[in-house]
């Protein structure tokens, strides 16, 4: 039997490390999500086709979606970790 | 002063102070301090040269036309940028890893090297680029004439408005000569241009801020804010939403596909990355670019429909619109900003082509003309800059005459677009490439073949000459007459927009062929060596071996790599492999890796399929060995991992039973030692006890007399002492042994220990000659000087005792080596025997059973202790002339440490 | 004259105290110190009683006793062992080779010499 606070302490870190990887791997997750986002986003207009949509209103649309889409995208970006490979400075 | 001379000035500033930027970026990047020249933000402003003037001009053009379908042109590459994550990355990845130097490099190296393959795609990228170089030309003369229009329209003087032409030549030469200065300045290894890069990236900054500049004022100026402008463009013309779906979908897909495949996107994206991580900045701030480019496109449209006359070119009308609002600053700020759209895009294009037509197809072609061994005579180097500088002035000139014999009267947008549909068969071959390992070399021709064919039959061929009559009876009723062959509805399926038609069509003609091919054929060994490089470039950053240890000649390569490379970097790259292998100078052995890296580096310079062929003529095969393929079958990373796993477990196996089986030898040699040794203590303690026994009864018998009482005495005295030595040397080893012993360390001289060591050992016996260098000897040591002594005594002792020849001698020699001293006793006997070699240092272990010897047999293994305790050694010398005996010690003893 | 004892040993300090021992009581005593040889002496010198230490320079003792036994001329001829090996198997040895008697070092002077005499009476 293990001493109870070594137990409780190693079980933590154990947990812990699988939390980052396990975030790590949602986040590379949702990356990979963000273009198929995108895609349906952008075929929204094709259901305009017969409704009275206005260029300004189809415009509004299209850049707010655009830009959210961008902001998306550069937020996950940013909490992907940064691993900074070694490598060969050019010559 | 006119606008147009105005004209004139601003922009040979411009071009001036481009060229300045990018000389001193140049000067920077060779001084090794332009660590900011490669930073995130300038990477995501080099992919502006997708904005091109099409982009610039064009595109408000297109939105008075088509209203927001224009916006597809920026979806599908934000699609593209946001997944990064799917495809950039593994592209950029690759790109570096295999030090690719274009598309037409990936495509060829992806597929085994095929230099067929780059040449269909370098071909396809030349026809598809051309008439887009033309246009950049086309648009800077159309905003040149704008300005002289709008000065012939004041009519307050007559000014001898430029030729058309004249303007093109002129713009057509001055990029010329900047993208050979800038462009071919070295033959980078890498394929990176420093001062293109950053005059680009100036560029894209003054292309953007002009474009915002001519909105803000249309929006704001001419249309009193955000509000209104919105209410304006409901109320114009195109202020309905009317899109035609299958051009939406169509449009996005092959400008996303075009976002990869075009010459100059593949070049600032993946050739000119010098950090994968650009790509995360990248990825968010590309796309934020793109809705500032596009953001004013529609209000500049809808403003320009309003007040322009009826007529005016709505492709002009961000210059226009300012010049006839009295506006000349804007128009010409607005101008600088197209020109800096044009420009950088027909920078960046020739320089990808050149490189292109240069590695693939002058390069091989002049190869082929040298004749065998052309690789290692003449100059590589030089040839492969002035056929780049050619392919440059070439490509742009090729651009040129598109424009002169076009006439420039198609409308900008559309020959975007059909280039667009162009490059995009290159996309099937990519991706499939990049992610399926099945892909090969056939498939990838027959696909970009049939599709680029497609292509050209159903896009390009339609509108290169539609005002002929062939044309249009070929449109109308086919080829001959044959109306399923009729380029806008291939087999009667007409009524679709023919842009989508045609990509629709050659794009499923390019990929079924490619699939069907693939499935059906084989790929060559090389080429598995390659997709399983390519499509599992995150698993293994290794590289599989395509070369076998042959009869590679390291000079050979060598001269060739300074050809291509320069001398100091091929030398540079050699002496760092050799030093790799351990050794000194500059030719390592040709091992399989260093070839492999060799190719890549020389890649770099010439293409991969260049680089293969040229190291094939040095190393004389470019096939792939018995090894390689067993290398490729599948599950290769970890059958070979799990094999050399295997492999290292096996020999280490093997070593240990090695080790096990000496360990047991010496056991079972030691176990009869051990015998022997109860013997030997037995013999060596009962021997002067006998004497002792027997004359001390003598004594007690009485009756000798004084004389022989005396002698029987000290024959008594002198067997004690024996047994007290022998118990003493025991003792000694058994202290030794078990690392109870006190070093006396202190300074000396090697002569003198020397000396006081053979003084004690003779003191017997004066047959021995001992031969010693003194000049050698004078060398002061630090360690236990006695315990030094004691091993030199037993050493000469021994050869006192054993040396068998007439006229025994010892040599002792010293060398000095670094820290460590040697002294070797060599004496002109017999020798021991290989046999007991690996027994004379263990105790009571006696060569011969010589009595007279006198010795226990400790000594030698008293000797080892001592050198083990003092940091050194003392071993056996074989092949000597005779025994002999090699003492190793450290200069300076340290602290006994165990 | 007395009669002869053939001392074959190698250690100098003890053919000194034996010969000494046998001559105090009349023997003549000759030594020699080389195993090589030693079997071809005892056939010269066809000696009375021999003394053979076992290790001997060049051959053991063992070796020359059992030449000793195998020639006709010297098969019974009286042979004292001396070891300084006082094991078991040494001594099992010995009889097995035909020694007369054997002995291990140190011995007594006065057992020495009772053996030799004995040795010699029986002969």
Request: with cysteine; hydrophobic share 45%.
């Amino acid at each position: 039997m293990l001493p109870p606070d070594l137990g409780e302490h190693s079980s933590e870190g154990s947990i812990f490390l699988e939390r980052t990887t396990y975030r790590e791997r949602r986040l590379h997750d949702a990356l990979s999500l963000v273009p198929a986002l995108g895609l349906v986003l952008f075929s929204v207009p094709l259901i305009w086709g017969g409704s009275e949509i206005t260029t300004a209103q189809a415009m509004v649309f299209l850049f707010l979606s655009w830009a959210g889409l961008s902001a998306l995208c550069g937020v996950l970006s940013w909490f992907l970790p940064r691993r900074r490979r070694k490598e060969p400075p050019g010559p | 002063m006119t606008i147009l001379n105005t004209l004139v000035a601003v922009s040979l500033g411009y071009v001036v102070l481009l060229f300045l930027i990018a000389f001193a970026a140049d000067r920077i990047a060779q001084t090794g301090r332009g660590r900011w020249l490669r930073s995130p933000v300038v990477y995501t402003l080099s992919l502006s040269v997708y904005c091109t003037a099409w982009t610039f001009f064009g595109a408000v053009g297109y939105a008075a036309r088509s209203g927001l379908e224009y916006l597809t042109i920026y979806l599908g590459p934000t699609l593209v940028l946001v997944g990064w994550w799917w495809l950039l990355r593994k592209l950029v990845r690759i790109g570096r890893s295999q030090r690719i130097t274009s598309i037409a490099d990936l495509i060829s190296s992806r597929f085994g090297k095929s230099n067929s393959l780059a040449v269909i795609v370098t071909l396809a990228a030349v026809i598809g680029t051309t008439p887009y170089i033309a246009l950049q030309l086309q648009s800077i003369t159309l905003a040149v004439s704008a300005f002289t229009g709008s000065v012939v329209n004041g009519a307050d003087e007559v000014v001898n408005a430029p030729d058309s032409r004249s303007v093109a030549l002129l713009v057509a030469t001055g990029l010329s000569i900047f993208t050979i200065l800038f462009g071919t300045r070295n033959l980078d290894a890498n394929e990176r241009h420093h001062g293109v890069v950053i005059a680009i990236a100036v560029e894209a900054v003054v292309k953007l801020m002009a474009l915002v500049a001519v909105g803000a004022y249309v929006t704001w100026g001419l249309s009193g804010g955000v509000g209104p402008m919105l209410a304006r463009i409901d109320a114009s013309v195109i202020g309905r939403w009317e899109v035609d779906p299958g051009r939406w979908m169509g449009l996005t897909f092959v400008a996303g596909a075009a976002f990869l495949c075009l010459p100059r996107m593949f070049q600032v994206l993946v050739v000119e990355n010098s950090d994968e991580a650009h790509l995360r900045t990248a990825s968010w701030a590309f796309p934020l670019y793109m809705i500032l480019m596009s953001l004013f496109v529609v209000p500049i449209a809808v403003v320009g429909l309003e007040i322009m006359p009826e007529g005016a070119n709505p492709d002009l009308f961000v210059v226009t619109l300012p010049l006839s609002q009295g506006r000349d600053g804007l128009a010409l700020f607005s101008f600088i900003g197209g020109f800096s759209a044009a420009t950088s895009m027909v920078i960046v294009a020739a320089i990808a082509l050149s490189t292109m037509v240069s590695n693939h197809v002058v390069m091989p072609i002049w190869l082929r003309l040298q004749g065998p061994g052309a690789s290692v005579s003449g100059d590589v180097r030089h040839v492969v800059l002035v056929s780049r500088r050619l392919s440059i002035a070439g490509v742009v000139f090729l651009g040129y005459l598109y424009f002169r014999l076009s006439g420039g009267g198609t409308a900008l947008a559309a020959i975007g677009l059909i280039s667009f549909v162009g490059v995009s068969q290159f996309l099937p071959a990519l991706v499939g490439g990049l992610f399926w390992r099945g892909a090969t070399r056939p498939g990838a021709i027959a696909g970009l073949l049939g599709g680029f064919g497609l292509w050209l039959y159903t896009l390009l061929l339609p509108n290169l000459a539609a005002q002929t009559a062939l044309e249009q009876s070929l449109l109308l009723s086919g080829p001959f007459g044959i109306g399923w062959l009729r380029p806008q509805a291939l087999f009667g399926i007409g009524g679709i927009d023919p842009l989508v038609h045609a990509m629709i069509w050659s794009l499923l003609v390019n990929v079924t062929l490619f699939l069907t091919i693939s499935l059906l054929t084989f790929p060559t060994p090389l080429e598995r060596l390659q997709g399983a490089q390519f499509v599992n470039v995150f698993e293994h950053s290794g590289n599989p071996r395509s070369w076998s240890r042959g009869g590679a000649e390291s000079e050979d390569l060598l001269v060739m790599a300074q050809r291509i490379i320069g001398p100091s970097e091929a030398q540079q790259i050699f002496q760092a492999e050799a030093g790799r292998q351990g050794l000194s100078g500059f030719l390592p052995e040709t091992t399989p890796d260093f070839i492999e890296r060799l190719e890549r580096e020389l890649s770099g310079s010439v293409g991969a399929a260049t680089a293969h062929a040229m190291v094939a003529q040095i190393v004389g095969r470019a096939s792939v060995s018995v090894e390689d393929l067993l290398a490729v079958a599948d599950e290769t990373a970890q059958m070979m991992e799990y094999s050399s796993q295997l492999e290292a477990k096996s020999s280490e196996l093997a070593r240990t039973a090695r080790q096990l089986r000496t360990a047991n030898e010496k056991l079972t040699q030691l176990s009869r030692q051990k015998d022997a040794f109860l013997s030997q203590i037995s013999h060596e303690l009962r021997t002067p006890m006998t004497s002792i026994r027997a004359f001390s009864e003598i004594l007690r018998d009485g009756g000798l007399d004084p004389d022989d009482q005396t002698r029987y005495s000290n024959v008594i005295h002198g067997e004690a002492l024996r047994l007290t030595r022998l118990l003493d040397d025991l003792l000694d080893l058994s202290v030794l042994e078990n690392g109870q012993v006190n070093l006396n360390l202190q300074e000396g001289r090697l002569d003198v220990t020397l000396d006081h060591a053979i003084a004690s050992a003779s003191a017997a016996s004066g047959k021995l000659r001992i031969r010693r260098d003194k000049t050698q000897e004078g060398i002061t040591i630090f360690t236990d000087l006695d315990r030094l002594s004691q091993v030199f005594i037993n050493l000469i002792a021994n050869a006192r005792k054993y040396c068998d020849a007439a006229r025994p001698e010892l040599r002792i020699s010293v060398h000095r080596t670094g820290g460590t001293l040697t002294v070797d006793f060599i004496d002109n006997g017999a020798g021991i025997p290989s046999d007991k070699h690996g027994v004379i240092f263990e105790k009571f272990a006696r060569v011969t059973s010589d009595q007279s010897a006198g010795g226990a047999g400790l000594g030698l293994a008293i000797c080892r202790e001592i050198m083990g305790r003092l940091g050194g050694s003392v071993a056996y010398l074989p092949g000597q002339t005779g025994a002999a005996f090699r003492v190793t010690l450290p200069l300076r003893a340290g602290p006994a440490t165990s | 004259m007395g009669k002869e004892v053939l001392l074959i040993e190698d250690e100098p300090n003890i053919i000194e105290a034996i010969s000494f021992i046998l001559s105090r009581d009349g023997w003549r005593v000759h030594s020699h110190a080389n195993g090589v040889d030693a079997a071809d002496v005892v056939r010269m010198r066809k000696p009375d009683v021999v003394i053979l230490d076992v290790m001997l320079p060049g051959r053991s003792g063992y070796d020359i006793l059992e030449e000793l036994r195998s020639d006709a001329a010297t098969r019974s001829l009286p042979v004292m062992l001396l070891t300084a090996r006082g094991q078991t198997k040494d001594r099992e040895m010995a009889e097995r080779l035909g020694a007369t008697r054997f002995m291990s070092k140190p011995f007594s002077n006065a057992e020495v010499l009772e053996t030799v005499r004995t040795l010699a009476a029986e002969a």
